[in-house]
């Protein structure tokens, strides 16, 4: 079996592979110390935990994840918060940073045997409609070479190997730019609030998130095209304590940005996952917008459901969770999806409008029922609390 890509979805499926005895390889682009450093999300849902624990992958996170329950949100109207783990299910999410995960589920895939080969790129995928496809690589030392095997899972993200290769016309693909940008930054700051930060404002949406005791992620909506670097930290800090409206409920703590990216809030869902011997899963099956944290959650997910349906197959030759793969997964991407789509409507103007000017009366007004019956109603609440946590 080939596994393209080390992040949360090939290492989730590389380990639960090696469980079954199934031999496996991954094939990552970069080198290890990159994967382990690369600071990406951080909110683990219920589902997800639940998920590597019965694996026995949850041990890091067991001792250094943060239970977390409370989102704030502040507006023109005033802020209120819900305590989602008291509402809907009663589920929480548990704050890992996901190199923190990555570096255990390497780790653990590294000790029971796996075996991963940094440095080499997949540039493409062959021979999918056969069960014997292969994958050509630019090994680390750029020399070509190829890999053979029965299945090989793309778990490459949007830009991989796996994605490119997929024949014309084999996928049906649907796209959805929501017309929203964010600057997303990392700050070597303390978090400023004991709750997830969702600020609507006029001049846009800000949002803070806990990493650590040192570490926190905030985002801040943008014009689209706006290089990351075009606004200095003052100006950051400014609009954010703008947005987040410290002179009202207390200042943020500042501190150096020490990562920052731009991101259009894209959706991309590719279907069916699978083409032949190709299996897709994480971000290069389905791309979701950051807004409600749900990609590497859903990341895990797919994995958990593909590698027993591989194991099926290979070990006992039954093919039938393998052929319901596809359908499986959809069905809980385009539930996230759908939540996500609605957070973005709640955190949001219409796309395309940032600012006051952008945005019509009419709009504005929806948005602020939206948010006040999130306010005052105990089954929107439950509803949100729901999708919020879970997937
Ligand atoms: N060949 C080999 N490896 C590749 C190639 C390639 N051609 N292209 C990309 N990769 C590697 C990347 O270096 C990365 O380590 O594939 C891995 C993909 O990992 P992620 O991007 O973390 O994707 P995934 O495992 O699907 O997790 C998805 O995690 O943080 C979130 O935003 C992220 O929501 C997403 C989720």
Redesign the pocket.
Known sequence: MVV????????VLGNLLQDSGIDCVI????ERA??ET?A??GFLAANTVRILEEHGLADGLRRRGQPHSTCEFRTADGRFRLEYSELGLGERHTVYP?QEL?TDLLTRFLDVGGRVRFG????AVHDTETDRPSVT?READGRPGRWRARYVAG???????ARRSLPPGSVRRHHCDHGVTWLGLLAEAPPSLDAVGYAVHERGFAGHMARTSEITRYYVQCERGTPADAWSEDRIWDELDLRMRAKEYGPLHRGSVVQRAVVDLESDVLEPLRHGSLFL????AA??S?SAA???N??VLEASILAPALAADLVHGDSERLGAYSARCLEHIWRAQEFSHWMIGLLHGPPGASGPEGESLFHTALRRSRINSLRTSRSRQDWFAEHYVGV
């Open positions: 393209l890509g080390a992040g949360p979805a090939g290492l094939l990552e682009r970069a990159h994967v690369r990406r999300a996901q990555v080499t790129e997949a540039v690589v778990c490459d993200g949007r830009h991989g190997a899963a994480g971000d290069a791309l979701i950051p749900k990609g590497a859903l990341a």
